[in-house]
């Protein structure tokens, strides 16, 4: 535990410097580079690629990384563990301003399914990544951050509306549009130009460009800390699912060099469904495979020998509503990563791969818990399963206990993403090259 503070204090700069999942997949490959990962480009050759470690990017927001320590020829099982990127957010519509008594405000779209009423006045800021180019120069594309308040969703006075706090609804298309300036003119601001303001305050050289598009979304401003009387909450944005993303990542590079092959995805748009060129419903992960295992018969013997584990939090019972929780899988803040279950296989988990995490965490000599949802509640998913299914790899659900999902803020035990930091550093140091349990002989 004396590497706690240095974790949690890693871990808040990272969530502090990735408001979207560009920022976060920009992250995790600059951490990747300084750990001596070689970038490969997908349009370019690159099969009979020597023992090393590499990392492949897909469209800014999913990544790839991957450690050989023997040719993939081979055959040996491959350790890997995935996560993703994106979290529930208000994206910017590409023509969003528009003026009303006095306000320049922006349009949005709802972006996955997030709790609405937390967005309401809130230092809110605009961050993502945009294409210009400069007069007939080529395309480019480039990451911004307002860094600074720039939008904000007032509520309507309880004055105004006396039953506010019985039955208040939100309208997704007039309710949160947030405010960015005060005007006097009838005309809209040209939002490309306020964009493109920014995008030269980051990047001098694109002091004369033309704004082609953009992918902008709006971000809580306030910075993960710790809370509670002794300090044992974080609180932050978007801890689902960066939180995962950042122990992989660690995990990954913290493993010494032994004789197991290794890899990590992270997969955009897995809050809006995961089909997407750069989702786990894509192509990304079995694209990878296939240029590193050529052979289709040697591909499915490595698939068959080994293990993923799909990382995302889970469900921590709530103190005002544990009726919402199953009784006897109530799932506690520090207690430990948590093992997903569903019969629906909803979470990919089955006996074999939570016999297999378990025997991780007692190996870690962490705690681990878990997680079964209710009968009479829709129960929510993970990339686990549309990776076990594509793939066709055992697979494994767990996460780290959280309250408040998929709000603006979230609320997560101190000491459980370092428990789940010690486990994929586990799972990816073990010598052993045995991952895979077979089936009952029958």
Not at 29 to 44: N, P, S, Y
Not at 234 to 241: A, E, H, K, S, V
Request: charged share 20%; glycine share 6%; hydrophobic share 40%.
């Amino acid at each position: 535990m004396e590497h706690l503070t240095e974790y949690l204090d890693d871990l808040f700069a990272f969530i502090r410097h990735s408001p979207t999942a560009y920022h976060a997949t920009a992250g995790v490959l600059d951490h990747l580079t300084q750990q001596g990962f070689k970038r490969l480009d997908e349009a370019v050759s690159w099969s009979n690629l020597p023992p090393g470690s590499y990392s492949v990017v897909r469209n800014g927001a999913s990544l790839i990384a991957f450690t050989l320590s023997q040719d993939p020829q081979a055959g040996m099982p491959m350790r890997m563990a995935g996560a993703h990127t994106d979290s529930p957010s208000l994206k910017i519509k590409p023509n969003p301003v528009q003026v009303r008594h006095g306000c320049v405000q922006l349009g949005v779209e709802m972006y996955g399914g997030l709790l609405l009423a937390p967005w309401f006045d809130r230092n809110l800021s605009i961050a993502g990544r945009v294409t210009w180019s400069c007069d007939t120069g080529p395309m480019r594309c480039s990451l911004i951050d307002f860094t600074r308040a720039a939008a904000i969703i007032p509520s309507l006075a309880i004055h105004l509306d006396r039953e506010a706090n019985e039955k208040r609804q939100i309208d997704r298309q007039t309710d949160l549009v947030p405010i960015i300036m005060l005007t006097e003119t009838a005309d809209p601001p040209d939002f490309n130009e306020l964009v493109r303001k920014e995008l030269v305050r980051l990047h001098p050289e694109a002091a004369m460009a033309t704004i082609l598009a953009f992918d902008l979304f709006l971000y809580d401003l306030q910075p993960p800390c710790r809370a509670g009387l002794n300090g044992e909450f974080i609180t932050g944005p978007r801890l689902d699912n960066l939180l995962s993303c950042h122990a992989l990542a660690r995990a990954m590079t913290a493993a010494p060099d032994n004789n197991c092959n290794r890899l990590i995805v992270f997969n955009d748009h897995e809050e809006i469904g995961s089909l997407s060129r750069s989702g786990a419903q894509g192509p990304f992960l079995k694209s990878v495979l296939q240029r590193l295992y050529p052979d289709p018969d040697l591909l499915q013997r490595v698939v068959a020998r080994s293990l993923f584990i799909s990382v995302d939090n889970a469900h921590a019972v709530h103190p005002n509503f544990a009726t919402r929780h199953d009784p006897n899988h109530l799932v506690m803040l520090n207690q430990g990563p948590v093992i997903k279950v569903n019969a629906a296989q909803r979470y990919a988990t089955d006996a074999i791969t939570a016999g297999l995490f378990r025997q991780l965490c007692t190996k870690a000599d962490i705690p681990y818990q878990e997680f079964v949802m209710r009968n009479d509640l829709a129960c929510g998913s993970t990339i686990g399963p549309l990776t076990a299914a594509e793939i066709g790899i055992p697979t494994v659900d767990v996460g780290v206990p959280q309250l408040a999902m998929h709000s603006i803020r979230e609320t997560i035990g101190h000491l459980d993403g370092w428990y789940l930091l010690q486990a994929m550093t586990a799972f990816f140091a073990a010598e052993d090259t045995q991952i895979h349990c077979p089936d009952p002989g029958f």
